[in-house]
C-alpha cells in the first residue's frame, strides 16, 4: 500500500483537516501520477457536508485532478514516468453495460466509482479523491493533458470543462443558435467560453449587475439581468438552448418563457432542493427540460484536445490548502472568478 498525506472530512459536520491514509499499489493497468493541482467544485462541499445523500466518511474531496506520472503498471501503454495526466470525476466502472461500450461511463448502468466519496468497483473500498499527494488509476479513465496550457487553469476543465461542454456538444449548439447561460460561475464562465468557441450567440442570464463587465470579457455578445422584470419579459421566445449551471434555488419556470418553440432547456447545476416545475411550463412551446452529467472518458479527452488547441482553460484563483473553509464560504456567496484551485504544494 501507498501511505498518502490529504485533507478529510471526518463526519458532515467537521471541516476539512489533515489526514493520512493509503491508496492500492500500482497494479499492471494502473497510473500513478503526483497531484499539482486540484480544483475545488461545489459539489465537494455539498458532498461533505451531506447535502445530496449520505456520505462515506473519512471523505478526501476532489475530482479536478492534474499532475505529474510517476509510476506505470507493466501493461500500461498509453503513459510514461513523466506524463502530463489528469482525472476527473470518476475512476472506473462496470465496462461490459450498455452505456460504458458507448464511452459513457458516466451513465454506467451498474454505477461507476467516483472519485471520491464513491466505491471502487468491487463495491467494498472506498474510494478518495484529489485534495492529496498521489493518487493510482486504472490507465482507462486517466486523460492525456497539454503542455501547452497552464496547468493549474486545466484542473477544473475536469469537470466544469467537460460538464458543459459535454450539453453542448450532444445538443449540436453552435451557429445559428442563441444559447443562453443562467449563472456566471465556476461551470457558467466554461459555458460561455464553449459556447462562443462553438460559434453561437451567447447571452448571459444572471441576477448580480456586477457579472455584465466579466460576461463581455469572456466573450458573451449580450447580458441580461434576470431580477429586471422588464428584460425577462422582453426575451420571452428569444433562446434556442438555456444552459442552467446554477447550483442554488431558483425559478426554472419563468426561465422556460424565454425558450423559443422546441427550445431546450438543460440543467447542469444541481440545486440542494427538487424544483417545481409546472406542466404549462414545457406544454407552450413543445419545450424540453433536461439535464447532462459530466461526459464520458473519450469525450472528455475530445475536451481538453478542443482546449488546447484554442487556448481554452478556466479562470482560477489558485488557493493554500489550509484555507479551503474560507474558499468554501467564499464559494457560497459566490466570491470567486471563477474557480479555486489548491496548490497541492501546500500541502506538507
Not at 510514461?80 to 453495460?97: H, P, Q, Y
Not at 458516466?106 to 498521489?134: A, F, I, M, R, V
Not at 455578445?221 to 428584460?231: E, K, P, R
Not at 484555507?323 to 489548491?342: E, N, Q, S
Request: net charge neutral; proline share 5%.
Amino acid at each position: 500500500m501507498i501511505p498518502v498525506k490529504g485533507y478529510a472530512a471526518q463526519s458532515p459536520t467537521t471541516d476539512l483537516a489533515p489526514w493520512d491514509f493509503q491508496r492500492r499499489d500500482v497494479g499492471p493497468h494502473d497510473v500513478q501520477f503526483d497531484i499539482l493541482f486540484c480544483g475545488v467544485c461545489h459539489s465537494d462541499l455539498h458532498q461533505i457536508k451531506n447535502d445530496w445523500f449520505p456520505g462515506i466518511f473519512p471523505m478526501v474531496p476532489g475530482h479536478e485532478i492534474v499532475g505529474r506520472v510517476i509510476k506505470v503498471g507493466s501493461h500500461v501503454k498509453n503513459f510514461k514516468v513523466g506524463d502530463l495526466a489528469g482525472t476527473g470525476c470518476m475512476v472506473d466502472s462496470c465496462r461490459e453495460c450498455e452505456n460504458c461500450k458507448r464511452d459513457l461511463q458516466q451513465y454506467c448502468l451498474k454505477g461507476n466509482s467516483q472519485t471520491y466519496n464513491g466505491l471502487e468497483q468491487d463495491k467494498k473500498t472506498p474510494t478518495y479523491g484529489g485534495y492529496s499527494k498521489t493518487i493510482v488509476v486504472n490507465e482507462d479513465f486517466v486523460l492525456h493533458l497539454s503542455e501547452k496550457l497552464d496547468l493549474a487553469a486545466t484542473a477544473p476543465l475536469l469537470c466544469a470543462g467537460i460538464t458543459t461542454y459535454s450539453p453542448l456538444r450532444h445538443w449540436k449548439v453552435g451557429k445559428g443558435h442563441k444559447l443562453a447561460v443562467l449563472g456566471l460561475g465556476g461551470l457558467g464562465h466554461m459555458g460561455v467560453k464553449f459556447g462562443v468557441a462553438f460559434g453561437a450567440e451567447v447571452t448571459v442570464l444572471s441576477t448580480s449587475p456586477a457579472k455584465e463587465k466579466d460576461a463581455k470579457r469572456l466573450g458573451a455578445h449580450h447580458f441580461l439581468l434576470t431580477s429586471d422584470a422588464a428584460q425577462v419579459k422582453a426575451a420571452r421566445g428569444r433562446f434556442d438552448f438555456i444552459l442552467d449551471t446554477v447550483s442554488a434555488e431558483h425559478d426554472i419556470n419563468m426561465y422556460m418563457s424565454m425558450l423559443r418553440t422546441d427550445g431546450a432547456h438543460i440543467c447542469v447545476g444541481v440545486p440542494p432542493k427538487p424544483t417545481p416545475i409546472h406542466p404549462f411550463a414545457i406544454i407552450d412551446g413543445r419545450k424540453s427540460l433536461t439535464g447532462s452529467g459530466i461526459g464520458g472518458i473519450k469525450e472528455t479527452q475530445e475536451m481538453l484536445d478542443f482546449c488546447a488547441d484554442h487556448n481554452i482553460v478556466s479562470d482560477i484563483e489558485l488557493i493554500d490548502i489550509k484555507d479551503i473553509t474560507k474558499a468554501y464560504a467564499r464559494m457560497l456567496k459566490g466570491d470567486v472568478r471563477y474557480r479555486f484551485v489548491i496548490d497541492i504544494a501546500t500541502l506538507k
